[in-house]
């Protein structure tokens, strides 16, 4: 057994988190994570091969990956990456309000990935439910609106400016983690946001090296010990590659088993590939009894095998 999965297997089973997040409330099992589906506003995700440049266009998108099983969308107004250039602050708000608009009007939980105190106040005004703050509260001004208008804070690890790109040199990177999450949680809640309205995230990828991630993943069970809801951002990374070679729009296996990994633990899966992960955790969650099997029609022939053409 490899040592991921040893350490996955040797944590104690982890309780149920109830999360509520502006008008929606989640309660988040181990072994059956929510899938967070992605749509960026923006030309830059360092993964995403796809941009929509319209409003319509994205609506259309986001409401087919609602269709495919996911649970919240997270919209990403400006790239992460380090070689993109910034995007002015309006035009993230003018790109973003409109969508947040459309799919709060449709009942939609919708999270926004931006460590922006401005982008935050005007998308949580427009009705997201949650903000995924890239930065590790870099400000912390930004957890107070989200207290105000009853939405949920995703603290993510890193210890680098947004949009730099480095890969840091840890002593000790799963200790760094704890440290970073104790302290902006205590931050956070000085601003006046609730414990329970937290979100973690481990910050795959954010200025660590494919090691550190393993390490990181490695180290779940350690997380969990919060009692927060963890959101993994499991889609395409760069440490799956290096161990299969795949190039990022080719690593829907390596997603599989990074969000397998990170099954057993509570909370949010960030991921491009929605219809796939979601048709996974079905089976995954029916065999192991989290789900009941659907109601079975032995006359559909589809199911059974594949249909001769022609």
Partial sequence: ????????????????????????????????????????????????????????????????????????????????VAYGEPIDLDTQIASAVPLVRELVARGVPVSIDTPQLAVAEATLEAGAAMINDVSGLADPRIAAPCATHGASLVLLHTRVE??????????????????????????AEAEGLAREAIVLDPGLGYAKHPHDDVEVLRAYPRFAAYGLAILTGASRKYYAGVITGAEPPERLPETLATVEAVR???????????????RYLAVMETLEGLRELPDVDTSVARLKWVTPVG
């Fill in 162 to 187: 947004h949009k730099k790109e480095a890969f840091l040199s840890f002593d000790d990177v799963v200790a760094d983690v704890e440290q970073l999450f104790t302290e902006r949680i205590a931050v």
């Fill in 264 to 278: 057993p633990y509570p909370g949010f899966v960030r991921v491009h590939d929605v219809d796939e992960i979601s």
């Fill in 1 to 80: 057994m490899s040592l991921l999965l040893t350490a996955a297997a040797a944590a104690q089973p982890a309780d149920p988190v109830d999360l509520t997040a502006g008008a929606h409330r989640f309660t988040l099992h181990p072994g059956a994570p929510a899938v967070m589906g992605i749509i960026n506003t923006n030309p830059g995700s360092f993964s995403d091969t796809e941009h929509l440049a319209s409003t319509e266009a994205q609506l259309t998108k986001a409401l087919g990956l609602v269709e495919a099983g996911a649970d919240i969308i997270d919209v990403g107004t400006d790239s992460g």
